[in-house]
Every structure is written in C-alpha cells, then in structure tokens.
C-alpha cells in the first residue's frame, strides 16, 4: 500500500543503491509516503516483478506537488512525525515488517490513514473514493503543469521589403 521510504540522519550514509533527496522538509516527507504519491507511482513508475521502481524521472519530477500554505506545511510535518513515531514504536522491525500489508502495525495504519486523508484535502475537498480517483486528478493537474511546454512556437512575422 506505501512505498516504506526512510528517513535518515548523519551518521548514516546512504548507498548508491537508493535514491536520497537532501534537505527534504517533514511537510514533503509527509507528500512521498501518501497514498496520493503511492497511486502516482503504482500508475506512472516501471516495475521489476511485482516491485514497483521507483524512477526520479519519471514519477518523482513529473509528480503535481499540491499548493502548501505554512499552515499545511505545519500539520503534514505533525501527521509526518506521527508516521515516524508509528514507526518508531516498533524497534525491532524493519520497513519491510512494517509495511507488511498483512501484519501493518494497527499504530503506524492510523497514522497513514490520518495522512492520506490531509494530504488528499490539498488537493481538494471531495474525498477520494479510489486511487483511479487520485490518479485522474493528478492527470488534469499534470495536464495543466505541462499545457505550455508542446505548443508550437508562434512564427515571426516577416517584414515585407519597401519597393524601391
């Protein structure tokens, strides 16, 4: 259901083998691990087996980040730190137990659900019925991003030459 992204801080040095974003604030944090970005990404990102790949291309640039006032920002970093303190409440498991749909800690389930639903009131305030939903919103969003960027450039006139 949620792609287990971490959240790391020095000492921890990540691989070569996983995409990082320095500087990353909690209120984006918060944005990635929403069911909102996980739709986009079960839609838009490539697959190896049944494992979603996560491509900085094509799902994380060309994601519609929803409009954050700092109100926003303040309760998504509030939700963010509720996911994290979830995760946190189970010290001997990894994300993969975690986000073991069959066994999700009941804690880090409400906390997730709590951010999903603020999450998709940026977006707007009907709430979503399915991840179909989600997806044809972020579309027209992305339709919108993308408007400008295909259309011809408008031909330079041509000055006609005076008669002499």
């Not at 990353?24 to 087996?49: C, D, E, N, P, Q």
């Not at 980040?65 to 303190?85: G, H, S």
């Amino acid at each position: 259901e949620y792609v287990p992204m971490g959240w790391v801080s020095p000492p921890t040095v990540p691989s070569n083998l996983i995409h990082t974003i320095a500087d990353l604030s909690l209120s984006g944090f918060a944005v990635l691990t929403s069911a909102m970005h996980m739709a986009w990404l079960a839609h838009i990102g490539g697959r190896l087996k049944s494992d979603y790949r996560y491509s900085i291309g094509l799902v994380y640039n060309t994601f519609p980040w929803p409009t954050r006032t700092e109100a926003d920002k303040v309760r998504l970093d509030t939700l963010a730190q509720a996911v994290l303190d979830a995760r946190a409440a189970h010290p001997g498991a990894t994300l993969a137990d975690l986000y073991d749909p069959d066994v999700m800690p009941a804690d880090l389930r409400k906390a997730h659900r709590a951010l999903d639903l603020a999450v998709d009131r940026l977006y707007r305030r009907a709430s979503f019925d399915s991840d179909r939903e989600r997806v044809e919103h972020l579309f027209m969003l992305y339709e919108k991003m993308t408007a400008g960027l295909l259309a011809k450039p408008k031909k330079a006139r041509r000055r006609k030459k005076a008669d002499t």
